[in-house]
């Protein structure tokens, strides 16, 4: 045991002291990331005060040489130090140095920088590929961060008149007040590491110190510097205490217990154990249920309730077997037979007479209700009585009633006359629709009942199931508490016309009848197009344009919408493809998804293998989820955009504010864009109430940075009201109606290449 002890010691030693080695990597990981954050910040926050500065037309008129006395009036040191920039440098379009000036932040004075040093940024100017980005640049000074911006007018007038360069010196002294913010010794040295740029490495380095490195490199790639920090490896050195502690505990209590064990376990259970395990290996040798285990004749203990326990297992085990064939036939709810016994009786029934039979499908109208307000335990009582009152009925025409699921119930008749079969569905709705007085409450429900004929429609029991539940439906649709026969609506004229509408939905996706237009997406502030949205037509050989409204529901019902959405999403990526082949590379696309292709789970798989044949980008793919669709499928819904957020596609909630949950979605789903409903921009900025509405609408989003589109625009008040106070896109008849893609070239796409 003691061996035993010292090599499982040594085996799992490391594996002990393995989340100790990477508690402290995370802990040095986390801190060297909280500096490469922070750098990455001030990179950001020096890019956007340079592109502030570029932007102004102060700056704009420096360059063009109307304002000479710009560097007197605004370049004073306190521009410097409100900035927390080292130098200012302004050269001309033909990159000929205009002004340059310097300042040191630690000693808050001005910095002499050399005539040539604006010289080190020409090459990036030159190569233009990243103009208006922040660099890591080496000077005579050292590594400095460097923000490069083309200048123009505020407006974004142009041509620009030359660039304007910004940057910070990246020192020792810069770097330890880095840390000293961030609570962390850091320090920088010039490196020949040539790993990628902002990489970040966390390795031990003793048995007791660990070490964060972030490696820099200059845009010329001639230079590396890299950041570190030094911890203490604390989780590692304490776990190494706490085993060691731990080894001496257990090796102790060990040998007491093992001494203890050898005593007591031969003398009272050893013995005993082996001769249970073999009237137990008997028993299942000779496969005998009603044999029993043998009881020791001693006082009571564990092992003699265990034999008793044995005992009554072995009788359970019997009663179980004997009951299995009810249970695997009759619904333990109700007691009356399950769907399985159903099937099993109609086969034989069939098989012995061949004659005609009729099946009559229905469900409970209201039991849901019942179910939500009442509770469970009311509702199963509820099934309860209305197969208390059911089944006499029909085993009076010995007929056989089963439950087929949740308060659906299906019966199976000898086939009389049409009249006999209508009196027994008469009696079934009579005898369901009488009140029922359950514990304290009184409640009604009734019967909605379709009925199918064998074999008029149908040879199997699949068939005339699926026929009658169709007939049982359109009992809802008319009113409920009534029996339809499904032959009554074979020969309806306007049930042949849904019949003929479906056959024609079918015959649209096989003959690629259906067709996207797109209704473009624009910036507020610069009315440019930032997307499209593809919206889905069905131009009929003969009745022409039908609208999505009266087809996509009948879609949805029949089980067609996966496939037509399907379709959709194929060639809506297909065709923006082919605009970023052209040039037209920033713009997201937006497709409508329905509730069915939701809970479609394999909806996902055939996205990732749309996205893969046209190497489309996911993020710039953004689905559109109705808000009337989420409600009953919140769960499912939640799971859907996961796995969407997972891959980087943007998720859209449409039409906010029509639904009676819209701050509850936003909680609980990841939604990435808000498109607000058009209801509440059609009176802006007329009416004050919707304005103010509006307005509140668009702060909380701003402020849960979210995006923002606003659908319905059609005037160019709403357009000034939005875009005065925030940053939104916009949708609306103003821009365009949904067009053609060849239209939408023509009418857009061709304007602002030419522009």
Known sequence: MLLFLILLFIVIRP????????????????????????LLSTMDVLNRTNRDWAVWDDSFSFLTGDHSDFPKVNLQNDTFENNMVNFIIYLNKKNELVYQSGYDLQR????????????????????????????????????????????????NGGPSPGTLIMGKMISETTIRQMG???????????????????????????????????????YSNQKAYE???????????????????????????????IMIIIVFLNHFVLTRVQDLSLQLKNIQNHKDLKSRIRLSNRQKDELLNLEGSINKMLASLEEKHNNITNLAFFDQLTSIPNRYMFFKEFTKRVGLHNQSFAVLFFDLDGFKWVNDSLGHKIGDILLNRVCQRVLPLIEEQDGIMA???GDEFVILLQKGSRVEIEEVAQKVMSAVGKEYQIHSFKTFVTASIGISMYPTDGYSMEQLLQNADIAMYEAKRKGKNQFIFFQDLTSDDSYRNLLEFEKDLKDALVNRQFELYYQVIVNGDNKRIAGVEALLRWNHPTKGIIPPATFIPIAEETGMMPSIGLWVLEDAVKQVKKWYQSGYDDLVLSVNISKSQMKDSSFIEKLDQILTKFQFPAHMLQLEITESDIEHYLREIDEFTKELKSRGVKIALDDFGVGTSSLLYLKELPIDVIKIDRSFIKDV???????????????????????????????????????????????????????????????????????
């Open 180 to 218: 000293e913010a961030l609570s962390l010794p850091l320090t920088i040295k010039e490196t020949k590491n040539r790993t990628a740029h902002l990489f970040v490495n966390v390795k031990p380095i003793s048995e007791t110190k660990i070490r964060g490195s972030l490696f820099l490199k200059s």
């Open 403 to 405: 439950r087929y699921g």
């Open 15 to 38: 594996y002990l002291l393995k989340d100790s080695v990477e508690l402290d990597k995370r802990t040095t990981q986390k801190d060297i990331e909280r500096v490469k954050n922070h």
């Open 227 to 257: 950041i570190s920090l030094v911890n203490n490896r604390s989780f590692y050195l304490q776990k190494k205490v706490n085993i060691k502690q731990l080894f001496v505990y257990l090796i102790l209590t060990t040998l007491f217990f």
């Open 685 to 755: 900025p007329m009416q004050s109430f919707d304005s103010i509405l509006l307005m509140g609408m668009l702060e909380i989003f701003s402020d849960l940075n979210m995006t923002i589109i606003v659908e319905g625009i059609e005037e160019e008040a709403q357009i000034e009201f939005i875009c005065s106070k925030f940053q939104a896109k916009l949708q609306g008849y103003y821009f365009s109606r949904p067009i053609p893609a060849a239209m939408l070239e023509l009418e857009f796409l061709n304007k602002r290449s030419d522009a």
């Open 108 to 155: 808050h004075e001005p910095l002499e920088l050399d005539a040539d040093f604006y010289q080190v940024f020409l090459p990036i100017i030159q190569s233009k590929s990243n103009l208006h980005d922040t660099l890591l640049v080496s000077t005579n000074f050292g590594l400095t961060m460097s923000s490069l911006q083309s200048v123009y007018r505020s407006n």
